[in-house]
């Protein structure tokens, strides 16, 4: 008993509430056998795979849009964002819903994952710098590698992944009006496939 006070009281110093404040916590996810993590400030839900609508003329990594209660929401193949192939849909196939911010307010992006993994806190000491090599997806994406029980977690910079001139082209084919211009910008933005 009295050793649990003194872990509450110990709790609350300076130093504990400091230490505390540098914790971040990330939703952390499986995409094409790796683990990866996107700040839980930008998620909004997770909802279950399904009842999508392709998008003619789009580039393989945008799987298409769907409806959101009554709003559409673009949905974005992480694993083809990468420059690999299309998520393979399984029984644990789930739809991240990221907020984005963009020149017109917010914006809701669906992002594709094979599955949800936890939420985890990673202090800012445990996070170290992208890797200049050696990396399967482009540094730009990566915001750093958080170490966590010993392995590390890639934790991603979703506004990169999703930049602003592509959420404003996704923005354009969610309304429906993606004309053929568009289509070839976005398709530039692609990654190149081997």
């Not at 700040?39 to 409806?67: D, H, Q």
């Not at 399967?136 to 991603?156: E, S």
Request: charged content about 20%; aromatic content about 4%; some cysteine.
């Amino acid at each position: 008993m009295g050793q649990q006070l003194m872990q509450t009281a110990a709790a609350k110093t300076p130093a504990a509430q400091a230490a505390a404040a540098e914790l971040q916590q990330y939703l952390t996810f499986l995409s094409g056998g790796e683990m990866y993590g996107l700040a839980i400030l930008n998620v909004k839900e997770i909802i279950e795979y399904g009842s999508l609508t392709e998008i003619p003329m789009m580039p393989a990594f945008i799987r298409g849009v769907i409806n959101l209660r009554g709003a559409v929401v673009p949905v974005v193949d992480l694993l083809a964002r990468f420059g690999g192939k299309q998520t393979e849909v399984g029984r644990r196939t789930c739809i991240v819903i990221v907020e984005m911010e963009n020149d017109e307010g917010r914006q809701d992006i669906g992002v594709v994952v094979d599955a949800v993994s936890e939420v985890l806190e990673i202090a800012d000491g445990d996070i170290e710098p992208p890797p200049a090599f050696g990396a399967r997806i482009r540094t730009d994406f990566i915001n750093g590698m958080g170490k966590v029980a010993g392995k590390f977690v890639i934790l991603l910079n979703i506004q990169r992944v999703l930049s602003a001139e592509e959420m404003a082209l996704l923005a354009h084919a969610g309304d429906g009006g993606q004309s053929g211009e568009s289509a070839a910008a976005l398709e530039s933005a692609a990654p190149q496939r081997p």
